[in-house]
């Protein structure tokens, strides 16, 4: 996989959450998604992917980061001590999506074909 997570900030406001990732060769970023796994007391999956953000057609050098936020805004990149470029993506949500308890899981999926059927009307 050309992005690997590196670590998730949560927090209680979506402005203050994110999830850092590194490409390690340059990718386009479509095709990618992040996916929040929840988990009850007892370890087990009480809600699987939960929340999604698709990641947009987005070109990234080897070497550069992406920083997706929970919260809303613009993307935008900017030079960082590293010398490669951040980029800043927004899942513009208005709650957030990392339990500020912890144990929520962030998983980085690949898609290349999604099948989609459009669910028709109830008969009145």
């Known amino acids: 996989m050309s992005l690997k997570i590196i ?6 406001k979506p402005e203050g ?3 850092n990732l590194k490409t390690e060769e340059d990718v386009n970023t479509a095709g990618y998604a992040i ?3 929840t988990f009850d007391p007892n370890s ?6 939960r929340h999604i ?3 947009p057609n987005l ?7 992406v920083f997706v936020h929970t919260g809303k805004g613009t993307y935008s990149s900017n030079a960082n001590i590293a010398k490669t470029i951040t980029h800043h993506l927004y899942w513009g949500a208005n709650d957030s999506v ?5 144990e929520d899981v962030a998983s980085l999926i690949t898609y290349n ?6 669910a028709p009307a109830l008969a009145k």
Not at 44 to 49: A, D, L, P, R, T
């Open 44 to 49: 087990k999956v009480s809600n699987e992917f």
């Open 113 to 118: 074909l999604v099948n989609s059927v459009v």
């Open 7 to 12: 670590s998730v900030i949560n927090s209680n």
């Open 98 to 102: 990392w339990n500020d308890k912890g």
């Open 59 to 65: 070109k990234i050098e080897k070497g550069d980061y």
């Open 17 to 19: 959450e994110y999830v």
């Open 35 to 37: 996916v929040d796994r």
């Open 53 to 55: 953000f698709v990641f």
